[in-house]
């Protein structure tokens, strides 16, 4: 059985290195919504781009056109290059709301400076246990450092849908 993965809306607190030290950042210049970046994902269903989840459009319904979607990969991953590296605090993610809310359950926030394994080896922020259909929930990163933010699921076969 192949299942649906689906997110709607990535937001993190970022707090630039270089200004910030230890784990205490300024909040005015560390605070920003994530519209930004370059984006990959394992693979493209349709025209569903990685773009489309950092795109601004905050429609949660996938027939929108508001969601990014990979194939039913094993593993399937979702990938922020953030250009530079910055201290992460929170990463939110708000579950898709027109269907299958369970389907996020066991889904991973990865975060650091390395590309093995596409990002996927990087240091675990959260384990995504689950959200409810069209709510939203904040992970907490405390200051990990990366340039690359990922959310993958680990160890099974199905969709991967962020929508914002």
């Not at 205490?24 to 919504?33: F, K, R």
């Not at 593993?75 to 992460?88: A, E, F, S, V």
């Not at 066991?106 to 384990?127: F, H, M």
């Amino acid at each position: 059985m192949v299942a649906v993965v689906a997110v709607v809306l990535l937001r993190t607190v970022l707090c630039p290195v270089t200004p910030c030290y230890a784990l205490q950042c300024p909040v005015t210049p560390c605070n920003a919504l994530l519209r930004g970046g370059n984006v990959i994902q394992s693979s493209l269903f349709g025209n569903a781009i990685p773009e489309r989840a950092i795109d601004g459009n905050r429609a949660s319904d996938l027939g929108q056109d508001s969601c990014s979607v990979t194939q039913a990969d094993l593993k399937p991953w979702w990938r922020l290059d953030l250009l530079k590296t910055y201290q992460i605090n929170t990463v939110t993610i708000t579950n898709r709301g027109d269907c299958c809310p369970e389907r996020i359950n066991g889904a991973e926030i990865r975060i650091g400076k390395s590309l093995n394994d596409n990002g996927n080896d990087n240091p675990r922020c959260a384990v995504i246990s689950s959200i409810a259909a069209g709510t939203s929930k904040t992970f907490l990163c405390n200051g990990m450092e990366g340039r690359y933010v990922n959310i993958v699921i680990p160890g099974r076969r199905e969709f991967l849908t962020l929508c914002e």
